[in-house]
């Protein structure tokens, strides 16, 4: 099965610091990558995607994220975080080829942002 | 409103019985999934549909068994083969186009004791 890290469990950072969660992937082929967040209360929703092309791919909120193949990573980052942005993140590939919901998901970084 | 229902939103279980989750679309997405949240785990896929009357295990889908007959459902059923079934369930649609992402219920959260 494939396998997906995200190697921090939970990240707490002040208002306006740079935030970077790491997500690493173990397939060797063609990939889709996702972030995911999830508010608390609320279902999931999808951050940004990456399909292909542009490897720095930018999504809602201010959010953006790099994949680098050589390294199999795919780390989201955003610049200068807020409150608002407390939240489950986690990390998702799909298998090119595969149907498109089929996702294996790392484990989630819980971040806590304080005011 | 298009969106993905689930309900109940909590459930409560005596080990030994069975269960359905049920999971309602009206998005019109060919594609509908069940996964499981466990804390610490990530979600993991249990079984996906793509088509009505079509259905395919996932990677934990031992215990569990589903039916795809309309479209708009895609219920769950938790069986007593089921060793851990506490946990959290999210249903999910897609029209597994690469412009439509993944659309996800609310959840239920089933315990069972």
């Known amino acids: 099965a494939q396998s997906v890290s995200q190697h921090n469990h939970h990240v707490i950072l002040s208002e306006a610091a740079s935030l970077e969660l790491g997500c690493n992937y173990s397939y060797g082929g063609t990939v889709n990558l996702f972030w995911y967040v999830q508010y608390p209360g609320q279902h999931l929703q999808l951050l940004l995607k990456?399909?292909?092309?542009?490897?720095l791919v930018k999504g809602i909120k201010g959010f953006e994220a790099e994949f680098i193949k050589s390294k199999f990573s795919f780390n989201l980052r955003k610049p200068s975080v807020q409150w608002s942005d407390t939240a489950e993140y986690f990390c998702a590939v799909n298998i090119k080829g595969s149907t498109l919901g089929r996702l294996y998901f790392g484990r989630g970084t819980q971040l806590t942002v304080w005011p | 409103d298009g969106g993905i229902t689930q309900s109940p939103k909590y459930l409560f279980r005596k080990e030994g019985q069975n269960v359905t989750l049920s999971c309602e679309q009206n998005l019109n997405h060919d594609a509908m999934y069940w996964y499981r949240q466990d804390p610490g785990q990530g979600l993991r896929l249990i079984y996906y549909s793509q088509i009505v009357n079509d259905f395919q295990k996932g990677d934990i889908a031992e215990g569990y068994s589903v039916s795809r007959e309309k479209k708009e459902s895609f219920p769950l059923t938790v069986t007593s083969a089921q060793k851990n079934p506490t946990a959290f369930y999210l249903c999910a649609s897609s029209t597994d186009s690469l412009n439509s992402p993944l659309h996800f219920g609310n959840g239920t959260r089933l315990t069972v004791t």
């Open positions: 990456y399909f292909s092309g542009d490897p």
